[in-house]
């Protein structure tokens, strides 16, 4: 790892957080001296990390955790950016840069810019890397390896080009987009689909007992798939939903065009119409999968 | 492997049917003599399976395949079952069991039963086991590996043990269910995930042009989930929903139900209820774990 940030504070003690200070430690050079800063709000995730020894230190309050780093991570839900950014405004160093990981990007560019100072540079981000796990224990230090990790920016400066290194370092390859451009990709890439997931989960869980018992019981691929996606951690996800709900309902708006066509089909027992939707589907997959992203 | 069926027919050779060939060959025990009889209407699908060399005969005719076993397994599109059965009917051995693994239970019974001789014993069954992957070059040995394969008998014959058995060498757990009971279940564990999966592929597909591009980059781990599930073969999916309609469209309904639910509260901004549902599901993944179906 280059030398770009030497004392770096992770506020978040998640699967995001927590694997960023893995992959710190992992990646680095031997004789590299960086300075982890750890804090979350709830003090058994600190207890936690402190026990894991993955940070230089695990602060008690979050101003000892800001007030020397010259990189702050913020790894938090997207619903607390707000409260965050307003407690750590005063904190913040001179000449800091400060990004978020959060999932949905026009809401914490709202959230948080009224509270950074002139000297600090905020650069949102976003790793589009994840599991259905949450909590401390579980972060692991390759999860942004060959992952992309999306900067928002409109343009390159000396500070986006530090950021996009530091990512870069922990695995990632980093591009930039807009908010705007960010929140419609990732309502129908990530939103949308934890959103149906959770959804046929739901309604599964409301069958009559036998039947549920069963569904769990023979749960064949395709629900087993949705079942993981939908173990994800319900207090990130009612923030994203609060928080990208133009971009997530348009989306899904579209989506329920879609599927009340396919519904018609099958009640219409229109076979070609069925066949031709799902050929088509098909050549989608071989492409993520000619794009390295399987 | 034991010595209940001695010459077993595979008639269709897709991912299925070449996963039962694999499979009996490496579950046989060494001295045991056990014939298969291979047999799929594309001629190439015939050719491909005799270069790997995993049937005993591969048959340019599906009477060839048929007269001489003691176990027919139709491994085709469900539906392909009415022709096919129609087709076998005089050629079946007397005393043969066939059997089936098709998708959708009561359709395949309507269609194959009046085909079906007296003397000879038809049991329809389902693995549930598949990937995303079709074509004969797509099986391999351990799909079944503790996999539920559903038998479908409203009864304990002397037959159905002897299929029970048979699956069980494969590797699969076998459980009986009824006709209607099965096809209900799936709608909800196979049928209506998949149609979810190919309706969100499908929307992702109809964005404008650098829209769909980065969606295909950028695919995060939902989406991407959903890709694989909208891979699978289009005509079995087709039949699929032309025959299972009934079970589909009731869990469809409650799963749109349910999503207008979620749709409103997003709308509605409704923090609470979000969090409650997305919290409910995620024990649904707990019970599944420990069923031990991931």
């Keep these: 790892m280059n030398q770009n940030f030497k004392k770096i504070s992770i506020i978040g003690l998640g699967l995001i957080g927590t694997s960023i200070l893995r992959a710190i430690i992992a990646k680095k050079s031997e004789h590299e001296d960086i300075v982890t800063y750890a804090y979350d709000i709830n003090p058994k995730h600190r207890t936690t990390v402190l026990e894991m020894e993955i940070a230089t230190f695990v602060c008690d309050n979050i101003h000892d955790a800001i007030k020397e780093a010259d990189l702050v991570i913020l790894s938090i839900p997207v619903g607390s950016m707000k409260t965050v950014a307003s407690l750590i ?73 530090r950021l996009a290194n530091f990512f870069v370092n922990l695995g990632s390859t980093v591009e930039t987009v807009s908010a705007e451009y960010h929140d419609k990709i990732i309502a129908i890439t990530s939103h949308l689909p934890h959103l149906i997931a959770y959804t046929i989960v739901g309604t599964a869980s409301d069958l009559e007992a036998d039947l549920k018992n069963d569904v769990i019981k023979f749960s064949a691929s395709g629900f087993r798939d949705f079942t993981r996606i939908a173990a994800s951690d319900p207090i990130m996800w009612r923030d994203v939903f609060l928080n990208n709900s133009e971009a997530v309902l348009e989306m899904l708006q579209r989506f329920n065009e879609d599927l009340s066509d396919l519904q018609k089909s099958i009640r219409k027992k229109d076979g070609d119409k069925l066949y031709s939707f799902f050929s088509r589907t098909r050549s989608i997959r071989r492409k993520i999968i000619e794009a390295g992203q399987d």
């Design 89 to 161: 405004s005063t904190s913040l160093k001179k000449g800091a840069v400060i990004t978020d990981t959060g999932s949905t990007k026009n809401s914490v560019i709202n959230d948080v810019s009224p509270y950074i100072p002139k000297n600090v540079f905020f650069i949102p981000s976003h790793p589009l890397a994840g599991t259905e796990y949450s909590g401390p224990k579980s972060g692991f230090s390759s999860l942004f390896e060959n992952r992309y990790w999306l900067i928002i920016s409109n343009k390159q400066t000396d500070q986006t080009k």
